[in-house]
């Protein structure tokens, strides 16, 4: 039987730091540089967060992770994958994240998606997951894809991966 993989959406699937300062930059003109983020959560860098996760095309319209593509299509074709997103805590996130997924990523059936509240319940062998509260409760291998919010976290048992290419080359 395959290995079943996890793998998060937001800041592993979608760049939602590409997203955020996007939106940022068209509100305030400010040009934010993703170095000078490193080690604070989202919530926190971006004044503009529940405004912006809260509004129409947030989700849907976010840009790919670089390399994601070709990643995802490596692990679907090797392991049993399953995309896991918390997405209900955010009103429309759920159907925009949904028809995210049916743009970019189409060879992934409906059947390998779930979109939840909590993480914590789905099992599996191995998570792919930029923050590190899902991993930590995770009984499986955890692979920490990297991003500013989680740049110094040094979690016990998870692998630091920086790309698509990386995670490709380890599984």
């Known amino acids: 039987m395959k290995e079943q993989i996890l793998v998060d959406m937001d800041g592993v699937l979608a760049d939602v730091y590409r997203q955020f300062l996007a939106y940022e930059f068209r509100e305030t003109g400010v040009a934010r540089q993703l170095e000078s983020l490193d080690g604070v959560i989202e919530e926190d860098a971006f004044p503009g967060f529940h405004r912006h996760v809260n509004s ?4 849907r319209t976010a840009p790919k992770m670089a390399g994601s593509v070709e990643g995802l299509k490596y692990l ?3 392991y049993r994958v399953l995309v896991v997103s918390s997405a209900t805590e955010f009103r429309l996130s759920l159907t925009e994240k949904l028809d995210w997924m049916n743009e970019h990523f189409p060879f992934i059936s409906w059947r390998q998606i779930i979109l939840c509240g909590t993480k914590a319940p ?3 062998d191995v998570m792919i997951d930029d923050h590190p509260t899902n991993l930590n409760g995770f009984d499986g291998r955890r692979i920490i894809f990297s991003q500013p919010h ?8 998870y692998q630091r991966v920086e790309s698509w290419q990386q995670i490709m080359r380890i599984l």
């Open 150 to 157: 989680n740049r110094f976290a040094n979690g016990d048992g």
């Open 122 to 124: 789905i099992r599996g």
């Open 56 to 59: 129409a095309g947030f989700f």
């Open 76 to 78: 679907n074709g090797k």
